[in-house]
């Protein structure tokens, strides 16, 4: 006995896309692309790093977040240099 490869396929195609995760909708639509100039997510944007912390302060994994690899890479660098500049807390209340 062994899965049923279609019926996954068919349950993925009615979802709309194929492994879209929690939050199908991009969080950085206009950066990165190949005329963006500047880093992808700045320290300074407080309110851009906390949409991405849990209540507890801890940074959301990049499926439940809807980052690539690149974008959660930045905002790793971006939230502790913000927790650093006491922007951020390091704990949640």
């Given at each position: ?6 019926r996954d396929?068919d ?6 896309q ?14 990165g ?12 944007e407080?309110?851009?790093?906390r949409?991405?912390l ?5 940074m959301?994994s990049?499926?439940?977040?809807g980052?690539?690899a690149?974008?959660q ?7 502790k ?12 209340a």
């Amino acid at each position: 006995m062994g899965f049923d490869n279609n019926r996954d396929r068919d349950r993925d195609r009615d979802k709309g896309q194929a492994g879209t995760g929690l939050n199908a909708a991009r969080r950085f639509p206009d950066r990165g692309g190949p005329d963006w100039v500047g880093p992808i997510v700045d320290y300074k944007e407080v309110e851009l790093l906390r949409k991405f912390l849990t209540s507890s302060s801890k940074m959301m994994s990049r499926k439940r977040g809807g980052a690539n690899a690149q974008e959660q890479k930045a905002l790793k660098l971006a939230v502790k240099r913000a927790r650093f500049m006491a922007l951020i807390p390091y704990r949640g209340a």
